[in-house]
């Protein structure tokens, strides 16, 4: 069984600064790692993904994360945060031996970007 | 940006009484899935489908809950007899063959 841990609910940062939304996840097996991004009232928007090849994958609006098998985990970076960037984001992964594709998400990490 | 589907937008049911979505899938993207997401941001997998057939399905979704996705039609995902337990964000998704899910913006199901 796959679990995803997002370790902090609430992260606040200024416009400009650089922030890291931390993602760990626990499975043995070949796993698919992705983040999304929720505004509030919206669905999900996709961000980016990692499956295998360079740890460092890129995203949409300037996200990029890190796989680390070490670690178990894929965090979310983005440089340069605007305040368009305030929503719920989601780390999500996928057993990719089970064959149903179905994504667990961790809880979520509130991102806050004050003017 | 995704292009998936889903109607309508809010749906407000009493209790006992059958509440109805839709979704139309990305054109070409042959699995569709369906997940539940409550107010304190918990997902839970419902079903999922690969073109007109059922890949998975948990088992809440096997009593209360029916889903389909016919040929040439919108998938929908129908519950009998809804409960306030039941009121939770409804998504869908679409996928091709690669591994990224694209989501809809979801039907708001409030049970009264």
């Known amino acids: 069984t796959q679990t995803v841990s997002q370790s902090d609910a609430h992260v606040t940062v200024f416009e400009g600064d650089s922030v890291e939304l931390r993602c760990n996840y626990s499975y043995g097996g070949s796993i698919y790692l992705s983040w999304y991004i929720q505004h509030h009232g919206h669905g999900l928007q996709f961000l980016l993904k990692?499956?295998?090849?360079?740890?460092v994958v890129q995203g949409v609006n300037g996200f990029e994360a890190e796989f680390s098998k070490s670690d178990s985990s894929f965090h979310l970076r983005k440089a340069s945060v605007h305040w368009s960037d305030s929503a719920v984001y989601f780390c999500a992964v996928s057993a990719v031996s089970s064959g149903s594709w179905q994504l667990i998400f961790g809880s979520g990490t509130q991102l806050t970007v004050m003017p | 940006n995704s292009k998936v589907i889903q109607t309508p937008r809010y749906l407000v049911k009493g209790q006992g009484q059958k509440a109805k979505m839709r979704c139309i899938p990305e054109k070409g993207h042959p699995v569709v899935f369906w997940y539940q997401q409550n107010k304190n941001n918990e997902f839970k997998f419902l079903i999922n489908f690969q073109n007109q057939e059922v890949l998975q399905q948990i088992d809440m979704t096997e009593k209360r809950f029916s889903a389909e996705c016919p040929s040439n039609s919108p998938c929908s995902l129908e519950i009998q007899s809804s409960e306030a337990g039941d009121s939770a964000l409804y998504l869908c998704a679409s996928r091709q063959s690669s591994y990224e899910q694209y989501f809809g913006p979801g039907t708001r199901l409030t049970v009264l």
């Open positions: 990692y499956y295998s090849g360079n740890p």
